[in-house]
Every structure is written in C-alpha cells, then in structure tokens.
T-cell receptor, first 115, second 112 residues
C-alpha cells in the first residue's frame, strides 16, 4: 500500500500543452508539498499546502497551479509547458507542527519531458 | 536555515561502516540536523534527525559534535542497497519553515 502515490510516473508532451500531475497520500498527514528536481539533480521546493491552504509558494511561474481538493490530495497543473519544465516532480506529505512530527514522505516522482 | 557542506562523493566497502560528514558551522540553537537519502530514480527518504544529542534508529546513527557545528551520519554495516545520495539538512523548529532545502549532498557508492 503506497503511502504517497503520484500519477503518471512518466509524462512526455509537446511545448505549449497543458498537463496535470496527481498526488495522493494515505498517511493521514495534513501538509503536502511539490518539489522539482532538475537535470542537474537539484531538488527544490515549489509549493506547500496545509489543510487545503497554500502556505509556501517559492516564486514559481504562474503557469504552475497547485490544487488541493482535500488534505489527502495535491495536484499540480502546468499550463503552456516549456522546455525548461522538463524535470522530475516529487510530491511529499507530512504532519505540520513541531520538528519531531515534520518528517516528509516522498512519492516516487513524475518524470516530465517537454519536447 | 543554516547552510551545510558535504563532500561530493564517498566510497565504502560492503559490510563496513559508512561515515558521512556534514559541516553546519552557522547552525543556530533552534535548528535541527536532518538526514535524507535519495536512491537512484526514487523519491528522497528520511533517515534520522537530531538537535544536540546523538541519535540512533534502525537505519543509522547520528553523531552531533558538542558545539553542533558538524555531524556524522553512520551506516553501521553498509550494503549495496545503501548506494545513494545523502543529504544533510538543517531546519528551524518554526511552524513556518516546513520546507526542506536540499544541497548537493554526498554520493555514497557501496562496493562489493
């Protein structure tokens, strides 16, 4: 039973298209995140939601819009895809509040290739 | 959050202890040291964290120096499955800093 699951695992698309990546967690956590890992393997936070409320937005372009229908789901929609969006996107979840609880669990990643 | 410095790569023989160092000389009193690892093509995985005392769990041990300016992650009996990039991260206790700031990490290669 996967704790943090992302779909799809691979996504190949053309420039200019719009695509979505879905994330679900069954850990009962109240906080979810999106991270981006680029071709140089740098892993960087993009967004964080707590109980469906946006709490971190790391100056990501407006083309990226996270949506959290409930605290177990955080989807990422990307408009007008660009070549530079090619990366691996990781979803994560945790409890919020107190360092001891804030251990983040990551999904397996979605490899996005924009052609 | 304080910056960390790690060697870019290390090797370790299978069955031996792997000792991964991390410098965090600007760490402040309310900041914890976390370790995560990323096995090739997988999502990062939490290993251990600590404030000032040494910590041990089923995966590893964390030794933090008395001045807290550096720490060492110890994998007591490395296996081939421990080959991964290991990230040392310093994080505040604040509610508002839930994000993890990943550096370049140490690529550990365990060889037979």
């Amino acid at each position: 039973d996967t704790a943090v699951s992302q779909t799809p695992k691979y996504l190949v698309t053309q420039m200019g298209n719009d695509k979505s990546i879905k994330c679900e967690q069954n850990l009962g956590h109240d906080t979810m995140y999106w991270y981006k890992q680029d071709s140089k393997k740098f892993l960087k936070i993009m967004f964080s939601y707590n109980n469906k409320e946006l709490i971190i937005n790391e100056t990501v372009p407006n083309r990226f819009s996270p949506k959290s229908p409930d605290k177990a789901h955080l989807n990422l929609h990307i408009n007008s895809l660009e070549l530079g969006d090619s990366a691996v996107y990781f979803c994560a979840s945790s409890h919020r509040g107190g360092v001891a609880k804030n251990i983040q669990y990551f999904g397996a990643g979605t490899r996005l290739s924009v052609l | 959050d304080a910056k960390t410095t790690q060697p870019p790569s290390m090797d370790c023989a299978e069955g031996r202890a792997a000792n991964l160092p991390c410098n965090h000389s600007t760490i402040s009193g309310n900041e914890y040291v976390y370790w995560y690892r990323q096995i090739h093509s997988q999502g990062p995985q939490y290993i251990i964290h600590g404030l000032k005392n040494n910590e041990t769990n089923e995966m590893a041990s964390l030794i933090i120096t008395e001045d807290r300016k550096s720490s060492t992650l110890i994998l007591p009996h490395a296996t081939l499955r421990d080959t991964a990039v290991y990230y040392c991260i310093v994080r505040s206790r604040s509610y508002n800093t839930d994000k993890l700031i990943f550096g370049t990490g140490t690529r550990l290669q365990v060889f037979p």
